[in-house]
């Protein structure tokens, strides 16, 4: 059971990012996933998540119309699509799955994390 998150690095305020999380090792076809972000001294907090069913998102609010999660069924792939990123959204993104096709917002509601990738905004 592992998910696999890529796609961060470093990018000037404005910039934009995709990341990707890849899932494998068992049948994630109907788990709901998520991406969390941890900046250095906080809380991880909630993102965005999608159901795997019906493709339903629903996003924090600071990240509406800026970010946009989607979802691969056939590589059971969830992406992060990241623009008008600006200093703040600097963090360590992590995807999580959840054995459940509706999505939560809530961490400990998510069985399996990915190892996490790193976002750097510069100003």
């Known amino acids: 059971v592992q998910l696999q998150a890529s796609g961060g690095g470093l990018v000037q305020a404005g910039g934009s990012l995709r990341l990707s999380c890849a899932a494998s090792g068992r049948t994630f076809s109907s788990y709901a996933k998520c991406w969390f972000r941890q900046a250095p001294g906080k809380e991880r907090e909630f993102v965005a998540f999608i159901s795997w069913s019906d493709g339903s998102a629903y996003y924090a609010d600071f990240v509406k119309g800026r970010f946009t999660i989607s979802r691969d069924t056939a590589k059971n792939t969830v992406y992060l699509q990241m623009n008008s990123l600006k200093p703040e959204d600097t963090a360590v993104y992590y995807c999580?799955?959840?054995?459940?096709?509706?999505?939560?917002?809530?961490?400990?509601?998510?069985?399996?994390w990915g190892q996490g990738t790193k976002v750097t905004v510069s100003s």
């Open positions: 999580a799955a959840r054995n459940s096709e509706s999505g939560s917002s809530h961490r400990h509601e998510y069985d399996y």
